[in-house]
């Protein structure tokens, strides 16, 4: 069977999931065929990617002409379809985040993709995200194309799941998959629950080998946050939680990896604590620096205000590293408190600062402890093979 994964920029360095999905239903006997809308001239850090990036094929990178050409020609030849689906595109506009010209040119986009599809045989359409993938998916789907599913991550799509016309994507699509029991219950929310028994469970998956069969407690005090830095993930709060690590002069020091739009701020408030010493922002990391700053730390910190499942946490459970985080979303489905790491309400600086420091306190026997009990969890829930299967599973059923 060919399926298609249509994303809207792929590859990326924050969706090395995508990547790991896609090459594990290739292992399992799937021809996919991968579509992405933009990103052909992104800045890469990956080699894993950047191999990505030759088997991709770009949207826009074929330019207006065709793109127009393409909507013309399926205006001619399926002059029936064609209104359909421009009907369903002004439906998707009235109440959406974009104005109707965006929506008008998903439909000539999904002609130009309709075209590749047909040349190439693919049999399904998958998406990732419920933004505009999902909906050109739906368009293609419309126009007369196969079938089509999208995976729903969070916290974005659930924000704007009107603007998104997200309950009209889950009507339409074939399967829709949410990444935990959390995000199904959110799409469940959203529409009638004649639809539920169409929104399935996969959970996001890592490879064997980001599995090591040993990793060493080192002596350390070191704390790492991975993650893009933006207001949901929390990192303003966790400076404010290791000023009072600082102010109780407790010996840690915190590395932040990532970059976005919050990193003036962030390291504007590093500065206005004094905490230059201790707080270091690394930038965009690659997969193999993100899993040596994860080996060489005590523990990760993530304290989210809102997420789906941040795939980092797998990681560094999968390195056997204790987690501390928040009671959001999908996370209380991994991460058991005091079992594997330790879980706060979410925005609580002070139980926030308790949990690093509960943690920079602990006996090496302890984490170690958590971090075997962390690995074993992961390794159950989060196996990408396991979750390749399950989605194979869905794409034959929808045949």
């Not at 360095?13 to 995508?18: C, D, L, T, Y």
């Not at 439909?107 to 998406?127: D, F, Y």
């Not at 080192?218 to 290791?242: D, F, S």
């Amino acid at each position: 069977m060919r399926i298609a994964y249509l994303v809207n920029q792929y590859p990326k360095v924050s969706h090395s999931f995508i990547r790991r999905e896609i090459l594990a239903l290739e292992r399992e006997g799937l021809e996919v065929t991968r579509i992405s809308i933009r990103g052909w001239d992104a800045d890469l850090v990956d080699e894993a990617d950047v191999a990505e990036r030759a088997r991709t094929r770009y949207v826009l990178q074929t330019g207006a002409l065709a793109i127009c050409m393409a909507a013309a020609s399926a205006a001619l030849t399926r002059p029936g379809a064609f209104a359909r689906t421009l009907l369903l595109a002004f439906h998707m506009a009235r109440r959406a985040e974009r104005s109707l010209p965006y929506h008008l040119i998903y439909l000539a986009e999904a002609c130009l993709i309709l075209h590749w599809l047909r040349q190439s045989g693919v049999a399904h359409v998958h998406a990732h995200f419920g933004t505009n993938s999902a909906e050109v998916a739906m368009l293609v789907h419309s126009l007369g194309g196969p079938p089509f599913s999208f995976t729903v991550h969070g916290p974005e799509e659930f924000d704007k799941a009107p603007l998104l016309g997200l309950a009209e994507k889950v009507r339409h699509a074939a399967f829709v998959v949410a990444i935990s029991s959390f995000g199904r219950s959110q799409l469940f929310r959203l529409v009638e629950s004649m639809h539920w028994s169409k929104i399935q469970v996969v959970r996001c998956g890592l490879d064997q080998a980001d599995f090591e069969a040993e990793s060493d407690y080192r002596e350390t005090r070191n704390l790492v946050c991975v993650g893009r830095l933006c207001e949901q993930k929390g990192q303003l709060m966790l400076i404010q939680a290791a000023r009072l690590l600082a102010e109780a002069d407790v010996d840690f020091e915190l590395i932040l990896v990532g970059d976005g739009e919050q990193r003036r701020d962030i390291a504007a408030l590093i500065t206005e604590f004094s905490l230059d010493d201790r707080v270091r922002i690394t930038g965009w990391a690659s997969s193999t620096e993100v899993r040596s700053h994860l080996r060489n730390a005590r523990a990760l910190v993530l304290p989210s205000f809102a997420e789906g499942l941040p795939v980092v946490i797998m990681e560094a459970m999968a390195l056997r590293r204790p987690i501390i985080s928040t009671f959001v979303a999908g996370i209380p489905e991994l991460v058991r408190d005091q079992e594997h790491g330790w879980l706060v309400p979410a925005g609580d600086v002070t139980a926030l600062a308790a949990a690093m420091r509960s943690c920079l306190d602990s006996t090496p026997a302890k984490l170690q402890s958590m971090g075997q009990a962390a690995f074993e969890r992961v390794n159950i829930q989060h196996h990408v093979a396991t979750s390749a299967r399950e989605l194979k599973r869905l794409f034959l059923d929808s045949d």
